[in-house]
């Protein structure tokens, strides 16, 4: 009895500790292609935060591969990542599409036919209204000079470097 007593504290003592060390992040890679003359946005997050994220929004399960779902997840990713011009306004975010695996949903975005010099400010709150310790990394590549951006719930948006 002492055994499975002792057994069953170390076991939740191991829960404890996988429970602290769990984080949540997003990374975005922003770019301009000269070869298409657009801005491209590359979103990564952790697949679990998203299927957690749709299912408390909207008390069911979700695929991404259907289109329906995947535009429910569009909507979603609009509201919260934009990026902004001179004149204040949204620059034209469009969706290209996402890629799923077990551990990733990829998000591809672009500006088409913009030089990402029209992007002043960007706004990222994607999961961070959901997760409270929700931090995304922005990575702005300017002619190979990156750039690193973090947001979190005390800084959703920044002027872009």
């Known amino acids: 009895m002492k ?7 170390l076991l939740a003592c ?15 890679d922003i770019a301009f ?3 298409t003359g657009s801005i491209e946005v590359v979103h990564t997050y952790m697949a679990h935060d998203i ?13 991404l591969s259907d289109p329906q779902d995947e535009a429910v997840l569009r909507k979603y990713i609009d509201r ?6 001179a004149d204040n306004a949204r620059l034209p975010l469009r969706w ?31 999961l961070i209204d959901f997760l409270p310790d929700q931090v995304n990394t ?13 947001f979190d719930r005390n800084k959703k948006e920044q002027q872009l470097p």
């Not at 191991?14 to 975005?28: P, V």
């Not at 299927?51 to 408390?56: C, D, I, R």
């Not at 290209?96 to 913009?114: A, C, F, L, M, S």
């Open 3 to 9: 055994r499975r007593l002792a057994l069953g504290a």
């Open 14 to 28: 191991a829960c404890l500790g996988a429970q602290a060390h769990r984080f949540h992040a997003g990374i975005t």
């Open 33 to 35: 292609n000269p070869n």
């Open 51 to 63: 299927e957690a994220l749709l299912a408390n929004l909207y008390q069911r399960q979700f695929d």
């Open 80 to 85: 919260q990542f934009y990026l902004l011009g």
């Open 96 to 126: 290209v599409g996402v890629t799923t695996n077990v551990d990733n949903v990829v998000i591809y975005q672009e500006v088409e036919k913009t030089p990402l010099a029209a992007a002043v400010r960007l706004r990222d709150d994607v």
């Open 138 to 150: 922005v990575n702005v590549n300017r002619a190979g000079a990156v750039a690193t951006l973090s």
